[in-house]
């Protein structure tokens, strides 16, 4: 059985950090990347960051770049997002994704955020004084 799982959300101060854990199983295919995505009550789903399993390229979206770093764990299939310098607006439900399919653009290369197949079921974190 495939599954996602998070963790490591939380209830944190302004200026506060986090580190969220996405540990994945039951993959018998392999997967490009995997992503961290985030929806607050009454927005759209964001990407936030990505990771390539293989060379372990990073993205970022201008929201958090310089904040918050991913990384990951080959061996124990996880992938981590340490969130520094928190603020009330990071305030969301956070999900990881899978990418099995990923798109590629000439000139560009991977494009992160766009097809993601395999969802965790979220872990909350509020940013609050």
């Known amino acids: 059985q495939v599954q996602l799982v998070e963790s490591g959300g939380g209830l944190v101060q302004p200026g506060g950090s986090l580190r969220l854990s996405c540990a994945a199983s039951g993959f018998t295919l392999p997967y490009y990347a995997i992503g961290w995505f985030r929806q607050a009550p009454g927005k759209e789903r964001e990407g936030v960051s990505c990771i390539t399993i293989s060379d372990g390229r990073t993205y970022y979206s201008d929201s958090v770049k310089g904040r918050f770093t991913i990384s990951r764990d080959i061996a124990n299939k996880t992938v981590y997002l340490r969130m520094n310098s928190l603020k009330p607006e990071d305030t969301a439900v956070y999900y990881c994704?899978?990418?099995?399919?990923?798109?590629?653009?000439?000139?560009?290369?991977?494009?992160?955020?766009?097809?993601?197949?395999?969802w965790g079921q979220g872990t909350q974190v509020t940013v609050s004084s």
């Open positions: 994704a899978t990418d099995s399919s990923p798109t590629f653009r000439a000139g560009v290369g991977y494009i992160p955020f766009l097809r993601y197949d395999y």
